[in-house]
């Protein structure tokens, strides 16, 4: 199933007209290796023990005696990981390129060169035929470095009014806003899915369970619609998250501000943030934005392990009440009877590793006192992981869901095992004037009795009955079935297909 994915929200990727905004590790870049492979990665560091030249060739090389160690070259590098960040890199430089030549600070020619410059870069970038050096650290200095070699002088002055901390606060606000866009839409596909499929199934019933013991019987669609409810809170969650993070942290610098005569408010229009941040200190060094989306991740994630823990037990023989696909599932290398539900099972054992993504961001802040700190690089791995994990959960569910099969006879006899509808019969000798617990009780004796004869209380005769109470009269048998059950919970909310019918319809409008 195609889905529709948001544009990103800000014009200065139109104008540079690159390709929509895809995190997915689709584009060839993002197969290179996470171990940054020597041959493919030039470094500057010839030898192993650093030169001993006065001024290196690196960005910052003023005021060094010698080259980074190769080994400290591999072990700092993020532009293995961080090139993920080029198309917000470019549209944050392109905006600061613009504001700098609105205020006077770079001259039209300059800006023209660095905007077509940095469009130039990205279209290759694209088509990948960019070659990232873990020599120049980070996808920033790849960038810069590489418009320098095509455009000169004027390359040299982007950086001016800027720091690589602004920067990579910017970049990775402008990241979270684009991957919440992108899985609010996900999230509402999967309502949507869901709302059809609890259409589909209003009438069948099924047991409801608490202490994973047999309860009441509810229908498949309020089920449904319990899991729809739980997406659409994690869709209104990132959303929120969405309104902290749209804040421009750039003019930021390194973390004072600037001395440069910058127009903020310019920059956050070109690049469709919300406000300007408020504090230069604060802005370079908090990630709370996105722990919070690590953390509405997690919620997300978390229901849809609890789905998957459910959709697990109900394709299994012992329960019946759904088969999935079998291209939604795999079998066994040695047990040829075997169907498995591997989508499932996967979703919850990735709802792991998203938890973990979220703890190891607030581990990562615990201990940093402001402003900037280089533990921030490491902000980026579990960040990317999340979101990528996530995506793909959603989608496959959205794939999965709507050719979910549904067994309504096994849910039927499962919702008539384990006396579901005693609370039935406890309201009805509440409606013929015995007090709820006095009706509990009798009720509960009857329960027992029916297990040392083992059937079911619709089953014991109406004398039998009596016995438990002299207001049971031959009535009770409609307050017994199953339908008479579910259809008893008639309010806002209820089970009752007609409410799940309301509840949907109320869906559909809004
Ligand atoms: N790669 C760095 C990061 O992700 C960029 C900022 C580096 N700033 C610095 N002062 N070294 O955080």
Not at 16 to 36: D, I, K
Not at 163 to 185: G, H, K, P
Not at 370 to 381: I, S, W
Request: charged share 20%.
């Amino acid at each position: 199933m195609r889905q529709q994915f948001a544009e990103p929200s800000y014009n200065i990727f139109r104008q540079l007209g690159f390709h929509s905004f895809h995190t997915r590790p689709s584009s060839p870049e993002f197969h290179l290796p996470m171990t940054v492979d020597s041959t493919s990665m030039p470094t500057h560091s010839a030898d192993s023990q650093g030169s001993n030249v006065a001024g290196t060739d690196k960005l910052w090389g003023g005021r060094f005696a010698e080259n980074t160690d190769t080994l400290v070259e591999a072990f700092s590098e993020s532009v293995s990981f961080d090139r993920r960040l080029w198309r917000q890199d470019i549209a944050g430089s392109t905006a600061h390129a613009q504001m700098l030549t609105h205020v006077g600070v770079l001259s039209v020619a300059e800006g023209q060169l660095i905007v077509d410059g940095l469009a130039a870069i990205g279209a290759d970038i694209e088509a990948g035929r960019f070659v990232w050096q873990q020599a120049l650290e980070d996808v920033h200095m790849n960038i810069e470095a590489q418009l320098t070699a095509r455009i000169g002088e004027a390359g040299k002055k982007l950086h001016t009014a800027r720091s690589r901390n602004d920067q990579v606060a910017t970049d990775l606000r402008l990241y979270v806003r684009d991957a919440i866009d992108e899985l609010a839409v996900l999230a509402q596909a999967l309502a949507d899915v869901l709302l059809d499929l609890a259409e589909r199934e209003a009438d069948t019933v099924m047991p409801g369970f608490t202490h994973m013991q047999i309860a009441q019987p509810v229908v498949f669609g309020h089920h449904m619609l319990a899991w729809r409810e739980q997406i659409l809170r994690d869709r209104a969650r990132l959303l929120d998250t969405r309104k902290r993070c749209n804040v421009l942290p750039l003019g930021s610098a390194a973390l004072a501000g600037t001395v440069y005569p910058i127009d903020r408010h310019f920059t956050a229009a070109a690049l469709g943030f919300d406000s300007v941040s408020e504090n230069s200190l604060d802005a370079v060094s908090d990630r709370d934005f996105a722990i919070e989306f690590c953390a509405a991740c997690s919620l997300l994630m978390i229901h849809l392990s609890r789905w998957s823990e459910e959709l697990i037990l109900w394709c299994s023989p012992m329960f019946g009440f759904v088969k999935l696909p079998d291209r939604f599932c795999t079998g066994s290398s040695i047990m040829p009877q075997k169907k498995n539900p591997d989508v499932p099972e996967l979703v919850r054992g990735k709802t792991g590793r998203v938890i973990g993504d979220l703890t190891a961001l607030l581990v990562l802040m615990k201990g940093q006192p402001l402003a900037y700190n280089r533990d921030n690089q490491e902000d980026k791995p579990p960040l990317f992981d999340a979101h990528d994990t996530v995506a793909a959960s959603l989608r496959v569910f959205v794939a999965m869901l709507p050719n979910l099969t549904v067994d309504a006879a096994a849910c039927r006899a499962a919702a008539a095992k384990g006396f579901s509808t005693a609370t039935d019969l406890a309201d009805y000798l509440v409606k013929r004037g015995l007090p709820f617990r006095d009706a509990h009780h009798a009720v509960g004796s009857a329960v027992a009795y029916a297990v040392t004869k083992g059937c079911d209380l619709a089953e014991l005769t109406l004398v039998e009955l009596q016995r438990f109470s002299p207001l049971i009269e031959d009535s009770v048998y409609a307050v017994l079935t199953l339908d008479g059950s579910v259809s008893a919970r008639q309010h806002w909310g209820g089970t009752a297909p007609a409410q799940v019918r309301a509840a949907i319809a109320r869906a559909r409008a809004r």
